[in-house]
């Protein structure tokens, strides 16, 4: 131990005796694991921020020499997957068969964390783009991204607005694009599922394509809500069997959302077991 640490303890102790205040008492072990996750944490954020800033790059110059959006793809597929790599992510994945490659699926996961963008751009197997909170597409190279690939923007604060971005994924979902979304429409603070928006359960009565459902587990652990320090761990990332929508009408629009609210937590029961 430092002299002058130690200096400062007995300093401490005797000031004890004195008045009564209590010694400081100095836990090495666990300083010294906050001290090198902080550590890790900063490293971690710094590559994120120049990774973004990089495939963000190759992404937006790849419209002259990939337009379709092939090498945008695999530039979001390569950010994720460098991006977990380095912030120590391990996923366990399972259920990659109910992916079809050769059909059209919309994919809808719980949210408990930024991660979870990460995390699903790296699993899922198959082209797709994402319907978003308007938000994302403010930050620098990674909104550029989403713009020109021309995902779908919602605007939370305007129902009006909302209804009309869900009209173009509609669209874009009858051309053959899938999609992902996070029926919850926002993070979950204590891992729960919350309740859904209405949002995506009008989309597949627009197109009668079917959902595959997705539960994540892990992420809130990594990177919390509102939270900048990331920590390394294992997701774990169950996909369910797809869910038909083509035999529902608006009036039954509650029972779609409480059968694929039925499954993901199905999904987190098995994590469970």
Request: glycine letters at 6%.
């Amino acid at each position: 131990m430092p002299e002058n640490f130690r200096k400062a303890l007995l300093i401490n102790n005797q000031l004890y005796e004195k008045i009564g205040t209590k010694p400081l008492v100095i836990n090495s072990k666990k300083a010294a694991v906050f001290a090198l996750e902080t550590v890790h944490s900063l490293i971690s954020s710094a590559f994120i921020i120049v990774n973004t800033s990089f495939w963000g790059i190759l992404s937006i110059s790849s419209v002259f020499y990939s337009p379709g959006g092939t090498m945008a793809h695999l530039c979001m597929q390569l950010w994720s997957r460098t991006s977990l790599w380095v912030s120590g992510v391990n996923l366990l994945t399972e259920g990659l068969e109910n992916i079809d490659d050769r059909k059209v699926q919309i994919f809808a996961s719980n949210h408990n964390s930024h991660f979870d963008i990460f995390v699903l751009s790296a699993v899922i197997p198959v082209r797709f783009g994402w319907v978003a909170k308007k938000e994302l597409f403010k930050i620098p190279f990674m909104g550029w991204h989403m713009k020109l690939q021309r995902y779908i923007a919602i605007d939370r604060s305007n129902k009006e607005l909302a209804r009309k971005s869900m009209d173009e994924a509609a669209d874009k979902i009858r051309e053959g694009n899938r999609i992902t979304i996070f029926p919850e429409g926002t993070r979950s603070k204590d891992g729960n599922l919350q309740p859904f928006k209405k949002g995506l359960f009008y989309l597949c009565l627009k197109t009668g394509v079917p959902i595959v459902p997705i539960y994540i587990d892990g992420t809130g652990r990594v990177l919390r809500s509102h939270s900048l320090r990331i920590k390394p761990g294992t997701v774990k990332i169950r996909i369910g069997k797809e869910m038909k929508t083509s035999g529902y009408t608006e009036d039954r629009i509650e029972d779609m959302m409480n059968e694929l609210r039925k499954r993901m937590l199905a999904l987190r029961q098995d994590r469970a077991s």
